[in-house]
C-alpha cells in the first residue's frame, strides 16, 4: 500500500477574496455580515454604506428600506479566522486604533473586541450582538452613532 503525503498548505493569496472587505479592499476588521445574503464587510465600511444605500454592496439585494443596520451582525467566528491567517493583523490593529484614540486626546477602550478571547460571547461594547443572537434596533444606532469616531482603519 503506498503512503501519500498531503500538502495541506494555503496560500493566503488564496484566501483573501474570502477574507477580505469589498468596500475598503482590506482585510475584514470588525467582521459583520448582512443577516439576508450573509456577505461579510468591516463594520465601518458597512455602517457607513447604508447611510446612503439600503442595498447590499455584493450582491445589491435590497436589506430594508428604513433600516438597514437592523440586519447586519458581528461575524466573530469570521473575524477569528482572518486574525489566524493574517500574520500580525490583530497587533497592527490594536496598535492603529490605540494610536487613533491618542491622537484625539483618549485613553483607548479597555474592552476592545481585538482582545477579547474567541470563546468570550459577551455582548460587544458597541451593542450589537453576534450573529447567532441578532441584533437591537437600540444596539445598531448606538453602532451608527459611534461609526463616525471610529471609521480609521482604513
Same mark, same amino acid.
Given at each position: 500500500m503506498? %503512503?501519500?503525503?498531503?500538502? +495541506? @498548505? *494555503? $496560500?493566503?493569496?488564496?484566501? %483573501?477574496? =474570502?477574507?477580505?472587505?469589498? &468596500?475598503c479592499?482590506?482585510y $475584514?476588521?470588525?467582521?459583520? @455580515?448582512?443577516t439576508? #445574503?450573509?456577505?461579510?464587510?468591516?463594520?465601518?465600511?458597512? *455602517?457607513? =454604506?447604508?447611510?446612503?444605500k =439600503?442595498? #447590499?454592496?455584493?450582491?445589491?439585494?435590497?436589506?430594508? !428600506?428604513?433600516?438597514? &443596520?437592523?440586519?447586519?451582525?458581528?461575524d466573530?467566528?469570521l !473575524?477569528?479566522?482572518? =486574525?489566524k491567517?493574517?500574520?500580525?493583523?490583530?497587533?497592527?490593529? /490594536?496598535?492603529l486604533?490605540?494610536?487613533?484614540? +491618542?491622537?484625539?486626546? /483618549?485613553?483607548?477602550?479597555? #474592552?476592545e473586541? $481585538?482582545?477579547r478571547? !474567541? %470563546?468570550?460571547?459577551?455582548?460587544?461594547? @458597541?451593542?450589537?450582538t453576534?450573529?447567532?443572537?441578532?441584533t437591537?434596533?437600540a444596539?445598531?444606532?448606538?453602532?451608527?452613532?459611534?461609526a463616525?469616531?471610529?471609521d +480609521? +482603519?482604513r
Amino acid at each position: 500500500m503506498q %503512503n501519500h503525503k498531503y500538502d +495541506h @498548505s *494555503v $496560500l493566503l493569496s488564496d484566501l %483573501n477574496e =474570502y477574507i477580505t472587505c469589498r &468596500l475598503c479592499k482590506g482585510y $475584514l476588521i470588525d467582521a459583520v @455580515s448582512i443577516t439576508e #445574503c450573509l456577505h461579510p464587510f468591516c463594520k465601518s465600511c458597512i *455602517v457607513k =454604506y447604508l447611510e446612503e444605500k =439600503y442595498d #447590499c454592496p455584493s450582491c445589491g439585494i435590497l436589506i430594508h !428600506q428604513s433600516h438597514p &443596520l437592523n440586519y447586519i451582525s458581528f461575524d466573530r467566528t469570521l !473575524q477569528d479566522i482572518v =486574525y489566524k491567517v493574517v500574520p500580525n493583523l490583530r497587533e497592527r490593529e /490594536k496598535k492603529l486604533r490605540e494610536e487613533f484614540y +491618542h491622537s484625539m486626546g /483618549k485613553t483607548p477602550p479597555e #474592552c476592545e473586541d $481585538l482582545g477579547r478571547d !474567541q %470563546n468570550d460571547r459577551r455582548p460587544h461594547p @458597541s451593542g450589537i450582538t453576534d450573529m447567532s443572537y441578532g441584533t437591537t434596533d437600540a444596539a445598531l444606532a448606538a453602532a451608527a452613532a459611534n461609526a463616525h469616531d471610529q471609521d +480609521h +482603519h482604513r
